[in-house]
Nanobody, 126 residues
């Protein structure tokens, strides 16, 4: 059974940084896509960033491009989300998601992912 577990959320002031981690287990991840989504109260869960395990292609939402960086440690089956220059509007529960062999056209699509973590809260104060 594939499982993903997030960690690293917390409270930070605007302009600060946080790094989230997502550890995956229970599968062979050489062809998986690992992604981060986020959800604020009253809003839909939205795509943040994704990393193709094979080939290392990365994708970002326009709102975070240039501020967030997704990276991976293949030996640890772990994906990281480095978040810099955080803004109050980045406040959300951040979720890690994964699925094998998602076509690049769908990496931003929530429904393409079958495996989700429990989420970690990120709060950015102004």
């Amino acid at each position: 059974q594939v499982q993903v577990v997030e960690s690293g959320g917390g409270l930070v002031q605007a302009g600060g940084s946080l790094r989230l981690s997502c550890a995956a287990s229970g599968g062979t991840f050489s062809s998986y896509v690992m992604a981060w989504f986020r959800q604020s109260p009253g809003k839909e869960r939205e795509f943040v960033a994704a990393n193709m395990w094979s080939g290392g292609m990365t994708y970002y939402a326009e709102l975070v491009k240039g501020r967030f960086t997704i990276s991976r440690d293949s030996a640890k089956n772990t994906v990281y989300l480095q978040m810099n220059s955080l803004k109050p509007e980045d406040t959300a529960v951040y979720y890690c998601a994964t699925n094998p062999t998602i076509h690049s056209s769908f990496v931003r699509t929530r429904g393409a992912y079958n495996y989700w973590g429990q989420g970690t809260q990120v709060t950015v104060s102004s």
